[in-house]
């Protein structure tokens, strides 16, 4: 299940009295025809009350379509029709279809076993392996939640038999799922790469070397806690045990090469790369494994429909939302906030960071791409950044953003899986908060880390 999924299905509760206030305000603005806030504000009331983001966005800008009669209300839907008519957007199906396999196929189990005999020596074993695993598994299904939900399950059954702290044990989870959409294949780099006119493949190589950035801080946190806690090695290291869990992993852990190998040597583009992945998939799950059946494989076919269709739900309602905040030149009125600040790169991208990490902790990611794409993007280029280094810096913080309340869609997967509360939940993921967002940093202020392997293979 994907970040899109949870947001589909859960709603918002707040106070009758914070909702009634929102409505009076939009109705305030629309008197008053401050129609832009008023279309911010219908946005925020809607979103409130629990509607789903996908509706709240494409309600709102009707109404504000109605509102202003500045252009026929059937604007909207050739906007949204064209917001997802690309054929970039083709790889979304097909890679959740390919990370479905991949978890309901019995691939996910090697991946782990050859993962603990790699690196459970180490103090606090399982802790590295949990990120190990993640980075492995990122290189096929594109999407924290699928990480959470797949591979969650086993890892935080292994570290809670092994005496590891719930919470720890929740906590290293969360943050190390997020490295899922960073390293290749990326559902949130295929929509930036569409909003932003990017080529995906630039993108997919340049989240490589910060998705292994990420683990490796998460690694030196795990390293420090489990002194302070006093968590012990769980295994010892044994090459034979070693290459035992590699045989059998071994057609696993193809996958990922598969998957990058043919879009960095151009054998494939990203789509056809996805077909790839899933034809794979399907020949693991049922013909090497032989643990994908016939109603599992409808089972997972129908959560891929519902899936992809959230999804390109919201991407078109955010593209009509875009479409609108383009249109009245909010770009331009952004970009005039941000002169004084034109000429100092490192002073934008800490106030875009901001905004960023802010939105994520409210908003969707694929809304939030969507939406914000055409708005910070020509700042950001304006002050010399390269549109592939941004896309890395965008879906960076927006990751982190899932980790984070009130949305926070991870914890909440988590908090499921693991049977704890989400406070609980919160609780343990906040030490791992600490290396991510030094990862951030250093990527956003180090272009090199995100350009180097696009300029070695495309430029």
């Not at 292994?158 to 190390?176: K, L, N």
């Not at 009125?333 to 800490?350: E, K, S, T, Y």
């Not at 020509?378 to 980790?403: Q, T």
Request: net charge positive.
């Amino acid at each position: 299940m994907t970040e899109a999924m949870i947001s589909a299905r859960r709603g918002s509760p707040v106070p009758p009295v914070v909702a009634a206030l929102a409505v009076v305000g939009c109705i305030a603005l629309a008197f008053f025809e401050n129609y832009l806030s008023f279309l911010f504000a219908a946005l925020f009331t809607l979103l409130v009350c629990g509607v789903p983001i996908a509706i709240s966005l494409a309600g709102s800008c009707l109404m504000y379509v109605l509102l202003t009669g500045r252009v026929p209300d059937v604007v909207v839907v050739h906007r949204m029709v064209n917001g997802i008519d690309s054929f970039p957007l083709l790889a979304i199906p097909f890679f959740i279809l390919a990370g479905n396999l991949m978890n309901n196929g019995g691939i996910t189990t090697p991946i782990f076993d050859f993962a603990k005999a790699l690196m459970g020596w180490m103090r606090g074993g399982l802790g590295h392996v949990n990120v190990g695993a993640s980075i492995v598994f990122s290189g096929m299904s594109g999407a924290a939640v699928a990480d959470a939900g797949g591979l969650g399950t086993i890892e935080i059954k292994a570290m809670r038999d092994a005496g590891y702290d719930q919470e720890f044990a929740v906590g290293i989870t969360a943050a190390s799922s997020t490295i899922g959409p960073i390293i290749p294949p990326s559902l949130p780099m295929v929509i930036y790469g569409v909003m932003a006119s990017v080529s995906v493949g630039q993108l997919f190589a340049a989240g490589l070397v910060p998705g292994l950035l990420m683990g490796l801080t998460l690694m030196v946190m795990i390293t420090w806690l489990s002194r302070r806690r006093g968590y012990k090695r769980d295994a010892r290291f044994s090459v034979s045990v070693l290459g035992k869990t590699f045989s059998r992993a071994f057609l696993s852990l193809l996958t990922p090469v598969i998957i990058v190998g043919g879009i960095v040597t151009g054998a494939f583009t990203p789509t056809e790369a996805a077909i790839a992945a899933v034809v794979y998939a399907l020949i693991l799950g049922g013909l090497v494994y032989r643990t994908l059946t016939w109603r599992r494989l409808l089972k997972v076919s129908m959560e891929t429909i519902e899936t992809t269709a959230v999804i390109l739900f919201i991407v078109a309602g955010a593209s009509i939302f875009a479409w609108i905040l383009t249109s009245n030149q909010v770009t331009q009125h952004v970009m005039g906030l941000l002169g004084p600040f034109q000429d100092n790169p490192i002073a934008v991208l800490l106030i875009i960071n901001l905004v960023l990490i802010v939105v994520g902790c409210f908003m969707e990611t694929i809304a939030a791409i969507t939406i914000l794409v055409p708005v910070l993007l020509p700042v950001a280029v304006a002050s010399g950044v390269d549109p592939v280094h941004f896309g890395v810096i965008m879906v960076l913080n927006l990751m982190i953003g899932l980790l984070t309340p009130p949305v926070g869609m991870v914890l909440y997967v988590l908090s499921r899986v693991s049977h704890i509360s989400f406070e609980k939940c919160m609780r343990g993921t906040l030490p791992f908060l600490i290396p991510l967002v030094v990862a951030l940093l250093l990527v956003t202020f180090i272009p090199a880390i995100s350009l180097w392997l696009p300029t070695l293979v495309y430029r």
